[in-house]
């Protein structure tokens, strides 16, 4: 385990609202600096240029993906076939590992609070954009601008929520 039992809600709840800090960040940069410099590139048009910047996005996941396939380890204390090798980490199949994650209650706590949450997540990152710019006449500039507030809000809200957790956890 990375974590323990006392912290982990807060450490992954911190981690995931980095995670969607990205997509704050993601929204800022392809809607209010990307567009507008493709959009100068392409002599004023928006479709063509939105088209080119979403592209952007993946090359840089790709490239990020195969950096950190490449360069990284399986767990903090190495890959899992040295740990395994080495008899740090038992040799565990991976149906006893997922009647061990299936058969416990937080993981169906989990799985219920993001069936019912994560699709808000998703909808606001695409659709936030596009409503301020169709309701209050904004710019795709400032549209994203304002929508990449959702991202960054929830580095904060996702740790609270994390603690909170922990909290309860302890109490039960």
């Given at each position: 385990?990375?974590?323990?039992?006392?912290?982990?809600?807060?450490?992954?709840?911190?981690?995931g609202?980095?995670?969607?800090?990205?997509?704050?960040?993601?929204?800022?940069?392809?809607?209010?600096?990307?567009?507008?410099?493709?959009?100068?590139?392409?002599?004023?048009?928006?479709?063509?240029?939105?088209?080119?910047?979403?592209?952007?996005?993946?090359?840089?996941?790709?490239?990020?993906?195969?950096?950190?396939y490449?360069i990284?380890?399986?767990?903090?204390?190495?890959?899992?076939?040295?740990?395994?090798?080495?008899?740090v980490?038992?040799?565990?199949?991976?149906?006893?590992?997922?009647?061990?994650?299936?058969?416990?209650?937080?993981?169906?706590?989990?799985?219920?609070?993001?069936?019912?949450?994560?699709?808000?997540?998703?909808?606001m990152?695409?659709a936030?954009?596009?409503?301020?710019?169709?309701?209050?006449?904004?710019?795709t500039?400032?549209?994203?601008?304002?929508?990449?507030?959702?991202?960054?809000?929830?580095?904060?809200?996702?740790?609270?929520?994390?603690?909170?957790?922990?909290?309860?956890?302890?109490?039960m």
């Amino acid at each position: 385990r990375m974590f323990t039992k006392e912290v982990v809600g807060t450490a992954n709840a911190l981690v995931g609202g980095w995670g969607n800090l990205g997509g704050g960040v993601t929204q800022l940069v392809m809607g209010s600096a990307l567009f507008p410099l493709f959009k100068e590139i392409y002599d004023g048009d928006s479709e063509k240029a939105w088209r080119t910047v979403c592209v952007i996005p993946a090359v840089v996941a790709f490239t990020s993906g195969a950096i950190v396939y490449f360069i990284s380890d399986d767990a903090p204390k190495g890959n899992y076939s040295e740990m395994k090798a080495h008899g740090v980490m038992a040799d565990v199949s991976a149906a006893a590992s997922f009647r061990s994650g299936a058969l416990n209650i937080n993981t169906w706590i989990l799985f219920l609070q993001y069936a019912c949450c994560f699709g808000v997540e998703l909808t606001m990152n695409n659709a936030a954009a596009l409503y301020f710019r169709d309701e209050f006449d904004q710019t795709t500039e400032s549209a994203a601008a304002i929508a990449s507030i959702f991202g960054w809000m929830n580095l904060f809200a996702r740790g609270i929520g994390g603690f909170l957790s922990d909290k309860a956890n302890a109490s039960m």
